[in-house]
């Protein structure tokens, strides 16, 4: 059974930072993508960072720049350094694997709890 443990949420102020790491237990499959989808209140889930088989890289146009996804591969680890954060980062961040990157976060069944990050102005 996989399972997914995320970390690193929490409040900040604009500008400032917050490192997101979710470690994936006993995932063997590949190729494998590991990422960040996010949900802010009443509006959908959106992918904000991804990651795929170690070295393909994707960002939400909102945080290019701002953060940066690593992987740990032998860990099964996947980290979200999110920088000069803004108040419209405010959300629910969830981990997820899977073996591809699909767009529809529906297609994803290892999902994290969800960690809260909340940007105050």
């Known amino acids: 059974q996989v399972q997914l443990a995320a970390s690193g949420g929490g409040s900040v102020q604009a500008v400032g930072s917050l490192r997101l790491t979710c470690v994936a237990s006993?995932?063997?499959?590949?190729?494998?993508?590991m990422g960040w989808f996010r949900q802010a209140p009443e509006k959908e889930r959106e992918w904000a960072a991804r990651?795929?088989?170690?070295?393909?890289?994707y960002y939400d146009l909102s945080v290019k720049g701002r953060f940066v996804i690593s992987e740990e591969d032998d860990k099964n680890t996947v980290y979200l350094q999110m920088n000069s954060l803004k108040p419209e980062d405010t959300a629910m961040y969830y981990c997820?694997?899977?073996?591809?990157?699909?767009?529809?976060?529906?297609?994803?069944?290892?999902w994290g709890q969800g960690t809260q990050v909340t940007v105050s102005s």
């Open positions: 997820v694997i899977g073996k591809y990157c699909y767009s529809s976060s529906d297609m994803f069944t290892h």
């Open positions: 006993v995932y063997t499959d590949s190729p494998s993508c």
């Open positions: 990651i795929f088989t170690g070295n393909t890289l």
